[in-house]
């Protein structure tokens, strides 16, 4: 009986799980259909099929605006700047939060709550009203148009929610197998890096994770706090432009869009199960 009711639920959530896929899918077939349409495809619905969804010839021409024709000196540095400022950010924003989650988890001190209250608040703040005061303050020091200037605002953003999350995690570890390795001569650092620290591995992984998506996908930030030097993707492709004045570059948008997503997609698919098993762990008391 039992098994027949898992059966008919398994049907029920797939019934209402492909409807949902389909619906995220087209936006993403859509964009990479748009970057395969040479110009005659983007200006004539005859050169398309499906209703003008689909080229009739795929045409590469987009990709070699970004990657070797005019675009390339705007996309290819925006592309390093992106992978060294996510990146950092992500490893700094882990190893902190790292340790501030085992602190939280394991000690027992005043305002314990109240940091990750105020973690929790941070990460809700809108990051539109931290334009305005960090770009005076970046263009007063020094650090306007930098990769130092565009890391410190993404930790803003990573940090807290990776302290949340990675707070989480360190909670479900039993306190004992850190005694035990405790009472067979371990020091407490050595405690936290051979038991601790793999024990929480899903959930470190998963955070950076998270927190590498978050940083990879902002847009504010990259376009209020820089110029050119260290201008991200996101900021880049607002600065796309035509042949000319009345050509939309609607083509090498949707290239580089792709260009962008894929590293996404890569590690979810690479990674999935640890994303799975984290996100599980650290929701599961026990």
Not at 54 to 70: A, D, H, M
Not at 72 to 92: E, G, H, K, Q
Not at 115 to 131: C, E, K, N, R
């Amino acid at each position: 009986m039992a098994t027949r009711d898992d059966a008919k639920g398994t049907g029920v959530y797939s019934i209402i799980a492909i409807p949902i896929i389909i619906w995220t899918l087209i936006p993403l077939l859509w964009t990479l259909a748009l970057s395969l349409k040479g110009k005659d495809a983007l200006a004539n619905a005859d050169a398309n099929i499906l209703g003008n969804f689909w080229p009739k010839q795929v045409s590469w021409e987009n990709y070699q605006l970004i990657f070797t024709g005019g675009a390339s000196d705007l996309f290819l540095p925006a592309l390093r700047n992106s992978v060294i400022v996510c990146l950092s950010a992500t490893v700094i924003s882990v190893v902190l939060a790292t340790f501030c989650a085992y602190a939280i988890a394991r000690l027992d001190f005043p305002g314990k709550r109240m940091i990750l209250t105020t973690a929790l608040g941070v990460s809700f703040f809108p990051v539109i009203a931290m334009v305005t005061p960090l770009f005076d303050v970046w263009r007063n020091i020094g650090l306007f148009d930098t990769i130092p200037g565009l890391i410190i605002p993404y930790l803003s953003l990573t940090l807290p929610l990776s302290i949340w999350i990675l707070a989480a995690f360190f909670q479900q570890i039993p306190w004992e197998m850190e005694q035990a390795a405790q009472v067979d001569g371990a020091t407490t650092w050595q405690a936290f890096r051979k038991v601790i620290v793999p024990l929480a591995a899903p959930g470190v992984f998963t955070t950076a994770i998270i927190t590498f998506f978050t940083a990879w996908n902002d847009f504010v930030f990259a376009i209020s706090l820089t110029a050119d030097k260290a201008r991200t993707v996101p900021a880049a492709l607002a600065f796309f432009t035509g042949a000319s004045q009345f050509e939309q570059p609607t083509g090498g948008i949707m290239a580089a869009a792709v260009v962008v997503t894929i590293p996404v997609v890569i590690l979810v698919l690479l990674f999935q199960r640890r994303i799975v098993a984290g996100l599980t762990s650290g929701a599961v008391k026990g």
